[in-house]
């Protein structure tokens, strides 16, 4: 079954690969990148084009990913290839000069990187709490200063991350999630997502989160400025993907073309590829 998957996807991109040196693979969760990443590695070894991976997913840092595609695929994938949620957030939250505090939701390697990145983080050690006293609660929330609760896939999820997460955004903190997708598949089971994860903050405080990565175009201005890509770049966009302002069904085509202005996103049925085209302002 992999192999004929891989076999369409190349004829599917063929006659487009001579056009663009750069490809930018999107998937959700992990368990999309098996029938994928052999295609990603005959872009690279067989036709010598810069492939590039982004996920929102928030379990993996760059390094992990990378020793995973290893020891799963015998593939090599640098970290510096590969752009998750973590990561990227960081990057944007470097931006915003009022964000030095953050609340995390999420496993260890979802914390180390913005602790990695100068922020001042706490959010797993909390798991141990049993006792949950929101007035208690209220008082360690003030006390941290927090700025911002940035919410990844947690799975040890509770009553008291419920509390220190409300009570943060209501005192003024952002909130901030790395994908709405509810839930995610692996060997055939659904798990939840971080969307579920968020939604109780959501429905506790009418907030609404900031969903960074999937509703604008950073994570590619992050890509193509930190290398320094100048050409048209194909986006290779997996099934359920959201980008913008538009939610995919369907394994798409994405074309960027690089430029100082902004960019907009035009819908294009293209013969049975759906492909999303990042265009200049005139």
């Not at 079954?1 to 076999?7: R, V």
């Not at 990603?40 to 929102?56: A, E, H, M, Q, R």
């Not at 709405?180 to 969307?195: H, S, T």
């Not at 609404?208 to 990565?213: G, N, R």
Request: proline share 4%.
């Amino acid at each position: 079954m992999e192999a004929i998957t891989l076999c369409k996807r190349l004829l599917s991109l063929e006659p487009l690969i001579p056009f663009y040196d750069s490809f930018i693979y999107c998937m959700g969760s992990l368990s999309q990148l098996g029938s994928s990443i052999r295609t990603l590695d005959l872009l690279k070894t067989k036709y010598g084009k810069k492939v590039f991976i982004f996920s929102t997913d928030s379990l993996h840092t760059r390094k992990s990913l990378a020793t995973h595609i290893q020891s799963a695929y015998n593939l090599t994938f640098e970290p510096s290839s590969i752009y998750l949620s973590n990561y990227l957030y960081s990057k944007y939250l470097r931006s915003l000069p009022s964000i030095r505090t953050l609340y995390c939701l999420g496993n260890s390697n979802f914390l180390s990187e913005f602790q990695t990145s100068g922020f001042s983080t706490f959010g797993p050690e909390d798991n141990s709490k049993t006792l949950i006293d929101p007035k208690t609660i209220l008082e360690v929330v003030k006390e941290r200063k927090i700025d911002a609760v940035v919410v990844g896939l947690d799975k040890e999820y509770g009553a008291y991350k419920v509390f220190v997460s409300s009570f943060a955004v209501e005192l003024g903190a952002r909130l901030m999630v790395t994908t709405r997708r509810i839930n995610y598949e692996k060997d055939g089971d659904v798990f939840p997502d971080a969307g579920a994860v968020v939604a109780g903050i959501e429905v506790s405080t009418t907030k609404v989160p900031e969903s960074v990565l999937e509703e604008t175009e950073f994570p590619f201005e992050v890509i193509l400025k930190e290398n320094e890509i100048k050409d048209k770049t194909l986006v290779l966009l997996d099934k359920g993907v959201k980008i913008g302002k538009v939610d995919l069904d369907i394994c798409s085509i994405c074309d960027i073309e690089p430029t100082d202005s902004k960019y907009w996103i035009k819908n294009l049925i293209c013969n049975y590829l759906c492909c999303l085209v990042y265009q200049r302002y005139s």
